[in-house]
């Protein structure tokens, strides 16, 4: 299985709500990625995890709070978003972060989310 | 830092043409590189890699050879399809703060008519 699942594929929010956005690999790659990816830009990356542990935070807004439960899943949770952070959601999966190699990520379809 | 610069697009091609997407890098220390795709309403998908000067990446038809002296990691097929219409990102992965960190180009669009 070299898939990444993402759910759901359409997310529309207002900006009160609260909701989350899933991430699902069984590859056993210890290394998962969220990014940001706006219309006709390339993707931003959002956090590292790396063996479950965040590893990496570019300087992202406190709305948006990823969590790793275990190694096969990572969520991103939304709350109070704004407008501007409407957007491709993609994650992404490697066999490792910290240790050599060419770190080839595998990406899943995305969530796209709009915020009203 | 590090970053990737690659050719603006859209590129507009017919059938059986040749391809060529220009990719150079900056980047403090020995960088892996990659060329990704996104067809529409997908994620991105690696295309090829290569991992230290010299090397050629290959797959689907499409080529590309990591060039230290130019610092360049340019695209090539011999003949595209319509299927292959997409937009190609060139990418390098390289080592911060502990781990790695994969700094994407800006995405080419490649439209290719029957």
């Known amino acids: 299985d070299t898939e990444v699942t993402q759910t759901p594929k359409h997310l529309v929010m207002g900006m009160t709500n609260k909701k989350s956005l899933k991430c699902e690999q069984h590859m056993g790659h210890r290394a998962m990625y969220w990014y940001k990816q706006k219309a006709k830009k390339p993707p931003e990356l959002m956090f590292v995890y790396s063996y479950e542990k965040l590893s990496i935070n570019e300087s992202v807004p406190s709305r948006f709070s990823p969590e790793c439960p275990n190694s096969s899943l990572l969520n991103l949770h939304l709350h109070a978003l704004q407008p501007e952070d409407s957007a491709l959601y993609l994650c992404?999966?490697?066999?490792?972060?910290?240790?050599?190699?060419?770190?080839?990520?595998?990406f899943g379809p995305g969530t796209r989310l709009t915020v009203l | 830092g590090d970053s990737v610069t690659q050719m603006e697009g859209p590129v507009t091609l017919s059938e059986e043409a040749f391809l060529t997407i220009n990719c150079t890098y900056t980047a403090t220390g020995y960088p892996s590189l990659f060329w990704y795709v996104q067809y529409p309403g997908e994620g991105l998908q690696l295309l090829l890699k290569a991992t230290k000067a010299d090397d050629k990446g290959s797959n689907k038809g499409f080529e590309a050879t990591y060039r230290k002296e130019t610092t360049s990691f340019h695209l090539e097929k011999g003949s595209v399809q319509v299927s292959d219409s997409a937009v190609y990102f060139c990418?390098?992965?390289?080592?911060?703060?502990?781990?790695?960190?994969?700094?994407f180009g800006a995405g080419t669009r490649l439209f290719v008519k029957a």
């Open positions: 990418a390098l992965s390289d080592l911060r703060a502990g781990g790695f960190k994969t700094i």
């Open positions: 992404a999966s490697s066999q490792e972060w910290l240790a050599g190699g060419y770190n080839e990520q595998f």
